[in-house]
């Protein structure tokens, strides 16, 4: 292994702001160039790496973006290393850990928030793992290379799907979006490749005529002589052109030959090798030198699975059998994996839906950190099964995983029963909030849903969980117990059950059910070779897992988890799922949106509407009521150390005009 960091900016963070004892920060960025022995044994795993380019010593180079934010005075740090996986190349962390906002180039005061992460020392690292993903809006990315059999292309059927959400689009990259490589159709021939339409994945696949869409792109400018805009087509081996445009809400999937693959599994051996080269290495060339004594990662939603998937395939020995991570914080992954070490992946595709991406390879057994057996194979296994280099972990998730994201399958076997999970482990759901909470979020809307989209703020809980974190690898202090729905208490409960707990809210159409999971045959290879043979996969119909959901007060809000104060002081119903409005898909869920639907805020309004929950003022009185209610929580949350001290201020502040904006409360003053 040969690796090298060609830093090509430091300049001071935020201004040269000082952030508490650990003082100012610095900003380094640049390339990592990593060469890896593909004959190695803890390399052997990744899928053609055999085949992919080597250089004259043998080994096979891939190329990252990287960026550190450090103490100026590493002495002042509190020598532990937190990486961000991101998420489609894009920085995370310091919009959620620190109420920040979003940046891919963070560098100034305000792209730092409320300081959290430098406060407390962490020297705070971005590195690219990603290889599917095009340079631009300051996105990561992985330059992998393209793997060959014996010096020729190598080509494979490549099943990709396309859902609008908007009227008008005609043309698209094969990848289905602009920030992501397309793989090269092998034919401009359509006759040779299949795009089908339908309204629902179970759907039966309607065949579009090859005439009426081509492998193509749109070219658009000014015209001439000041004529208006104009249009043309060109032949396109990394384009599709539907000529009469795609009907928003509707599944197009495209199955085509492809070509070039690119070693994605390179993504984890990146990972691997940058974080245990800045903690580990004390010569000159690591800007970290003799400053990191503990690593932990954290990456939400694609990456929570990316860290899943790292740990499940063994990422986490360096090499030399010394943990990489000590620590690790996937959060709303639900029961997935990453399953981006395979031919032909596309990283960047989100993980299966109700509606999108139905398909996905993402969720396939084992989906628990502890060891079980998949009653439909037989086969027995676990996400943890390397004691000696397994991190600490502290699994969160939100309502919208056990909706969409299979997330009961996390802590039960694939029957639906309650697993143990090991000691190692902490397991979280974050009661009646969604995948995506927005912590700038400014006012409730609706997009194509039903609903209102779900306004729990949780960043809260990730403040507390690294800290937490922390403790335990550092000292041995034991975080909080684990907070899911378990079946042995009943607040885990099948669709049917859940039905007849949900208040009937007037005008409220509810879900059919949970994102089912059914056993796919990708074909005899995708599990042990990672090469899907069948696109689009065959379903195993009689062979299924169980998903469970989380039971609900009289609210409708989740039971069964670690409630914010907003959920435990609620104005309105919070759930997990939001279902599209009329149009293509209609009462299907929405990706990983949730639903907030507020509360009757009189007495007058619950009695004319008949509406079964208690009105706001009825609860609360006044908003000085609701202010102490809030308060109350907040506090319990801090005693059970799931909420820091300074996080209370922050939620009752946010609480004293009835939650407004993020709250929709019309009348009461």
């Not at 839906?353 to 998949?374: G, L, V």
């Not at 996400?383 to 997330?407: A, C, F, M, N």
Request: proline share 8%; with cysteine.
């Amino acid at each position: 292994m040969r690796i090298t960091l060609e830093t090509v900016e430091h300049v001071p963070f935020a201004g040269g702001a000082s952030f508490g004892a650990t003082g100012a920060y610095e900003r380094l960025a640049g390339k990592i160039r990593l060469a890896v022995d593909p004959k190695a044994p803890h390399n052997r795993v990744i899928v053609d790496l055999d085949k992919a380019p080597k250089g004259a010593d043998g080994l096979v180079e891939c190329v990252a973006d990287f960026t550190i934010l450090k103490p100026v005075d590493m002495s002042k740090g509190n020598r532990r290393l937190f990486y961000d996986w991101g998420n489609r190349g894009n920085i995370r962390a310091l919009q959620f850990f620190n109420d920040a906002i979003h940046s891919n180039t963070p560098r100034e005061a305000a792209h730092a928030g409320n300081g959290f992460l430098f406060r407390r020392g962490y020297t705070v690292v971005w590195v690219a793992w990603e290889g599917d993903l095009l340079p631009g809006d300051g996105r990561f990315v992985l330059d992998t290379p393209v793997a060959t059999e014996n010096g020729q292309p190598i080509t494979a059927p490549v099943r990709v799907e396309y859902i609008l959400d908007e009227p008008g689009v005609k043309c698209l990259p094969l990848s289905g979006r602009a920030s992501t490589r397309s793989f090269p159709t092998v034919s401009l021939d359509t006759s040779k490749a299949t795009l089908t339409v339908r309204p629902y994945p179970d759907e039966p696949r309607v065949k579009i005529d090859p005439s009426r869409w081509e492998f193509a792109r749109l070219e658009g400018g000014a015209g001439l002589d000041g004529s208006a805009n104009e249009t043309g087509v060109a032949p396109s081996d990394q384009h599709i052109h539907l000529k009469d445009g795609f009907t928003p809400g509707l599944i197009y999937e495209l199955v085509y030959t492809a070509r070039d693959p690119r070693v994605h599994g390179l993504g984890h051996a990146m990972v691997r090798d940058a974080i245990a080269f800045l903690r580990n290495d004390a010569s000159a060339k690591n800007p970290l030198k003799g400053g990191i004594d503990k690593a932990y990662c954290w990456g939400r939603s694609q990456t929570g699975r990316a860290i899943r998937d790292y740990v499940y395939l063994g990422f986490n020995d360096d090499g030399q059998g010394k943990r990489v991570f000590d620590g690790v914080l996937p959060h709303v992954a639900g029961a997935g994996k990453q399953w981006f070490n395979h031919r032909f992946s596309l990283p960047v595709v989100p993980a299966g839906q109700q509606h999108e991406d139905h398909f996905n390879i993402a969720d396939r057994f084992p989906f628990s950190y502890a060891q079980s057996t998949d009653h439909n194979t037989g086969k027995t296994d676990a996400i943890l099964k390397r004691p000696k280099t397994d991190p600490l972990v502290i699994h969160t998730q939100t309502s919208s995983e056990y909706w969409q994201r299979r997330g009961s399958l996390v802590h039960t076997d694939t029957s639906g029963n309650d697993l143990a999970q090991p000691d190692n482990v902490r397991v979280f759901l974050w009661a009646s909030s969604q995948h995506m909470s927005d912590p700038n979020l400014k006012k409730p809307s609706k997009g194509v849903c039903q609903n209102y989209v779900n306004i729990v703020l949780t960043t809260p809980l990730f403040r507390a969980a690294l800290d937490a974190l922390d403790k335990w690898a550092t000292d041995g202090t034991t975080p909080p117990d684990s907070r899911m729905p378990r079946r042995s208490d009943g607040t885990l409960i099948p669709m049917e059950e859940w039905r007849k707990k949900f208040p009937q809210i007037p005008g409220i159409m509810l879900p059919s059910g949970p994102n089912a999971l059914k056993l796919l045959d990708f074909g005899p290879d995708a599990d042990e070779k990672g090469i899907l043979t069948v696109e689009p996969p065959r379903v195993l119909d009689n062979q299924t897992y169980a998903v469970m959901i989380p039971a609900v007060d009289a609210d409708g809000n989740d039971l069964g988890g670690v409630r914010m104060p907003t959920v435990d002081a609620p104005l309105g119903t919070y759930t997990g799922w939001n279902l599209r409005a009329q149009g293509g898909g209609y009462g299907s869920s929405h990706t990983f949106t949730g639903s907030y639907i507020p509360l009757p805020e009189t007495d007058a309004e619950r009695a004319f509407t008949k509406d079964p929950r208690p009105s706001i003022l009825a609860r609360y009185k006044d908003k000085q009521g609701y202010v102490r209610a809030i308060e109350t929580a907040a506090k319990k949350l801090v005693a059970d150390r799931l909420m820091l001290e300074e996080d209370v201020p922050r939620v009752v502040d946010a609480a004293r005009d009835w939650g407004r904006p993020r709250h929709d409360v019309k009348t009461l003053s």
